[in-house]
């Protein structure tokens, strides 16, 4: 009998401590020509008992018009730093420009002819 609740214990435990729990957060939503560019803040903590280290994530994605959305961005803080967290987001032209305390970030979307169309050269 004993044997069981130490079995089933141990079973409820490493469930728990498996199990993942992540809160998300929109910060900013800035619409583009082709798209939408979301700013999340996510925090994950890696087991449902709560604990002061959880995992502080910021992450910018891109959802094309009619497309899934692509994460370009994801970077983790270390525990009580400011940085680094991705901030000044905007769009320049054909390019998402972005910085996160460490580096500056240019990223330049350029849309591919669909088949059968003539291609200049």
Known sequence: ??????????????????????????IDEIKMRNGTLSHKRII????????????????IEYRPLN???????????????????????REEGNRIVWEDGMNQYKLEIASIPEEGQNQSQ
């Not at 004993?2 to 957060?25: C, P, Q, T």
């Not at 994950?44 to 992450?59: H, N, Q, R």
């Not at 497309?67 to 987001?89: C, D, G």
């Open 67 to 89: 497309s899934l959305p692509v994460q370009i961005y994801k970077t983790h803080r270390q525990f009580q730093e400011s940085y680094p967290v991705a901030r000044n987001i």
């Open 1 to 26: 009998m004993k044997i069981r609740y130490a079995l089933l214990l141990a079973l409820i435990s490493f469930l728990i401590g498996r199990s993942s729990v992540n809160k998300e957060y929109v």
């Open 44 to 59: 994950e903590s890696k087991t449902l008992i709560p604990s002061p280290f959880k995992l502080d994530a910021s992450v």
